[in-house]
């Protein structure tokens, strides 16, 4: 219990999704006995993104596991929720990227825990990945709590992610606005048709309607 409360006193919303996902390995790191090096791996339409990862060596394991379109990370974040790997050199289910892993890094041993609000997999954020140099490196506590982790941590990102998107509609909605108080002022223009102006230059241009905005409040017409 003690340890729950460690990880709920520490994983909190701080400041962006970036330093939130930074924030998370590092507690691995500080708080999972086994663990030697973490990070975040979230599944992006251009493919997987490494966040936050602790040093080199979480960085490159991840890598690895990109491209070789195999690992833990893989299936922990698409399917099985968590996969403990006590020894890498006998981990014949991702034959390639697990003996990468272990000869190229000398990672011994790996939990990857699936990061998700809910059990639904088409939910999944991703998955935190915790790789140790020594083989069974990861005790039964050890995993109890990076899991307690994944499902903290994506709760925190979650709400990380709504804020920014907050913000950025405000932002958005406040530079459409001063362009068009910029239009009206320098034209008999209504708001309406101030608007529709910005929407058809949008369109025009195929330039997002923020930028268009953005443009004409940092550049007014003369």
Same mark, same amino acid.
């Given at each position: 219990?003690?340890?729950?409360?460690?990880?709920?006193?520490?994983?909190?919303?701080?400041?962006?999704?970036?330093?939130?996902?930074?924030?998370?390995?590092?507690?691995?790191?500080?708080?999972?006995?086994?663990?030697?090096?973490?990070?975040?791996?979230?599944?992006?339409?251009?493919?997987?993104?490494?966040?936050?990862?602790?040093?080199?060596? %979480?960085? /490159?394991?991840?890598?690895? &596991?990109?491209?070789? @379109?195999?690992?833990?990370?893989?299936?922990? *974040?698409?399917?099985?929720?968590?996969?403990?790997?006590?020894?890498?050199?006998?981990?014949?289910?991702?034959?390639?990227?697990?003996?990468?892993?272990?000869?190229?890094?000398?990672?011994?041993?790996?939990?990857?825990?699936?990061?998700?609000?809910?059990?639904?997999?088409?939910?999944?954020?991703?998955?935190?990945?915790?790789?140790?140099?020594?083989?069974?490196?990861?005790?039964?506590?050890?995993?109890?709590?990076?899991?307690?982790?994944?499902?903290?941590?994506?709760?925190?990102?979650?709400? %990380?992610? /709504?804020?920014?998107?907050? &913000?950025?509609?405000? @932002?958005?909605?406040?530079?459409?606005?001063? *362009?068009?108080?910029?239009?009206?002022?320098?034209?008999?223009?209504?708001?309406?048709?101030?608007?529709?102006?910005?929407?058809?230059?949008?369109?025009?241009?195929?330039?997002?309607?923020?930028?268009?905005?953005?443009?004409?409040?940092?550049?007014?017409?003369?």
């Amino acid at each position: 219990m003690a340890a729950l409360l460690q990880l709920a006193d520490r994983v909190h919303f701080s400041g962006s999704h970036e330093d939130t996902y930074r924030l998370i390995a590092t507690t691995a790191v500080e708080r999972i006995v086994g663990c030697d090096a973490a990070s975040i791996s979230t599944l992006e339409k251009s493919g997987p993104v490494s966040h936050g990862p602790t040093g080199p060596l %979480a960085e /490159r394991a991840d890598q690895i &596991q990109y491209e070789q @379109a195999e690992g833990p990370f893989w299936d922990a *974040a698409m399917s099985e929720r968590w996969i403990y790997i006590p020894d890498m050199h006998a981990a014949g289910r991702w034959p390639t990227s697990s003996r990468r892993l272990a000869d190229e890094l000398g990672v011994r041993s790996m939990f990857s825990c699936r990061l998700a609000v809910g059990a639904n997999p088409r939910a999944t954020l991703g998955g935190i990945n915790l790789y140790s140099l020594a083989p069974d490196g990861f005790t039964a506590a050890d995993q109890l709590l990076a899991i307690l982790l994944s499902l903290l941590g994506a709760a925190v990102v979650m709400d %990380a992610r /709504r804020q920014e998107n907050l &913000q950025a509609a405000i @932002a958005t909605r406040q530079v459409i606005g001063e *362009a068009i108080g910029i239009l009206r002022a320098q034209s008999s223009l209504t708001s309406e048709q101030a608007f529709d102006m910005l929407v058809s230059a949008s369109m025009r241009t195929n330039v997002k309607l923020r930028d268009v905005a953005r443009q004409i409040a940092r550049h007014p017409p003369h």
